[in-house]
């Protein structure tokens, strides 16, 4: 018998939102669920609403129709809203937006309105301990570098114990070689304090590497939601597929159930006959040989057949390499990567073939 119904409940649950500006739909009818202790990405191109969504959730600005919920209760609708102050929920952006004439103390005791003063400045030191910036507990923003002034951001936000934290763009700010790290400690951080964590980015390898469960957005909608591994395996379409890595594509007509391409036959269930289709791979997916005398390797079921190219470029990306190759079938680039270093000479003939169990077979797009 389950004798604590509560628990299913989502600790953030937004229901067919949307916000309009000069007529458009800037977001459209998004709805998603977030439980307490969960980190959700909003993952999505500059523009798509992202940020108007995140806004809304906060109180910042109205939804022209939709609900939010907070722990099963209603926050806000379009007759009922709960102040933003009182929604329990921390905001964090990537100005940090730190206020310079207050210490890093001070700055992190901000929004603590409950308790003594001891109880105040224990809460505070416990968050810089940490994060890791003990010792800079009297210091000001301005004697701070752009990762520590983040963990102060973050520790301010989550002082009063929020139940929502909304994080947009946090890291974008932050030189590279100080992301990963940031990122992973803020992570652990939020998972410690159980709150349900919605961040916003527009970098697919933040939200694979932060992220419970993606939501992909798209002129203002939803457009997939799933674990980090489903979304990028099982993409509901070639611009899903394209916002996380560089893509080939072949353009093909459906017979019998099949894609006749030059490396060729793909499967296409499904798909009537005379159907248009674009069969989409990723780079790290096609296999290179080398050309023995104008022959290739033999072709397999795996694999398929394989297709000549001549290589037009070839880069170290560090920890891969990307090599281009202009097709003989019809003149087209194809791109190929692969680990390590590879720097065939341009004008080297080589043969490529196609992982099938790593294509994606979709409608062709009509402009």
Known sequence: MNMTPELDVPRLEVRNLVRTYEGRRVVDDVSLTIKAGQVMCLLGPSGCGKSTTLRMIAGIEMQDSGEIWV????????????????????????????????????????GLRHGSKAERRARVEQLLERVHLTRHIDD??????????????????????????????????????????????????????????????????????????????????????????????????????????????????????????????????????????????????????????????????????????????ARFLGHESLVEFRMDYDGSILKATVPNVFLPEPGRPMWLTIRRDRCFVFPAQTS
Do not use: W
């Open 71 to 110: 722990d099963g209760k209603l926050v806000c609708d379009t007759r009922y809203r709960v102040p933003p102050e009182r929604r329990e929920i921390g905001l964090m952006f990537q100005d940090f937006a730190l206020f310079p004439h207050l210490s890093v103390a001070d700055n992190v005791a901000f």
């Open 140 to 313: 000001y923003p301005h004697q701070l570098s752009g990762g520590e002034q983040q963990r102060v951001a973050l520790a301010r936000a989550l002082a009063p114990r929020p139940k929502i934290m909304l994080m947009d763009e946090p890291f974008s700010g932050l030189d590279n070689r100080l992301r990963d790290g940031i990122r992973d400690d803020t992570l652990s951080l939020l998972k410690e304090e159980n709150a349900a964590v919605l961040l916003v980015t527009h970098e697919p390898e933040e939200a694979m590497r932060m992220a419970d469960e993606i939501a992909l957005m798209r002129a203002g909608r939803i457009v997939q939601r799933g674990a980090p591994y489903n979304v990028y395996t099982r993409p509901v379409d070639k611009a899903a597929v394209a916002f996380f890595s560089d893509i080939n594509v072949l353009q093909a007509t459906v017979n019998g159930a099949l894609a006749d391409t030059p490396f060729g036959h793909f499967l296409a269930p499904g798909y009537p006959d005379g159907t248009d289709v674009d069969i989409v791979f990723r780079p790290q997916h096609v296999r290179l040989d080398f050309d023995r005398n104008g022959k290739g390797p033999l072709p397999t079921a795996s694999d398929g057949v394989p297709a000549r190219g001549v290589v037009q470029r």
